[in-house]
């Protein structure tokens, strides 16, 4: 049985991966099916970032679980595929989010 740390974890995890664009959408990108400024592809992934912020906030969360859910290197892969830019609103907001928490964590 999982504890109740590790639950928090998952249901972070899980909540952010419901609407993850990089699992099957960004392979359309890739595959020329689906180009990164498409409306149905933004209209996901600002459903994603706002989903992100959100699950960060999920009560019980370590700083080593905040580590794990750092969305740097998913931004990052979205940022090289043109579907996001460095300086989106979504992503500086989920960055200074997830900044402000892991400092506020490891202040604890």
Same mark, same amino acid.
Do not use: C
């Given at each position: 049985?999982?504890?109740?740390?590790?639950?928090?974890?998952?249901?972070?995890?899980?909540?952010?991966?419901?609407?993850?664009?990089?699992?099957?959408? !960004?392979?359309?990108?890739? &595959?020329? =099916?689906?180009? #990164? *400024?498409?409306?149905?592809?933004?209209?996901?992934?600002?459903?994603? %970032?706002?989903?992100?912020?959100?699950?960060?906030?999920?009560?019980? !969360?370590?700083?080593?679980? &905040?580590? =794990?859910?750092? #969305? *740097?290197?998913?931004?990052?892969?979205?940022?090289?595929?043109?579907? %996001?830019?460095?300086?989106?609103?979504?992503?500086?907001?989920?960055?200074?989010?997830?900044?402000? &928490?892991?400092?506020?964590?490891?202040?604890?």
């Amino acid at each position: 049985m999982a504890t109740p740390d590790e639950q928090a974890v998952q249901r972070a995890i899980s909540s952010i991966a419901q609407s993850d664009p990089l699992i099957k959408l !960004l392979q359309q990108v890739r &595959l020329g =099916r689906m180009k #990164p *400024t498409d409306a149905g592809l933004r209209a996901v992934t600002e459903s994603w %970032l706002g989903t992100y912020e959100k699950a960060l906030t999920t009560d019980g !969360l370590t700083p080593s679980d &905040l580590r =794990r859910l750092n #969305p *740097t290197p998913r931004m990052a892969v979205l940022i090289d595929a043109g579907v %996001l830019t460095d300086d989106h609103q979504g992503v500086t907001s989920l960055k200074a989010s997830f900044n402000r &928490l892991l400092s506020h964590a490891d202040s604890e």
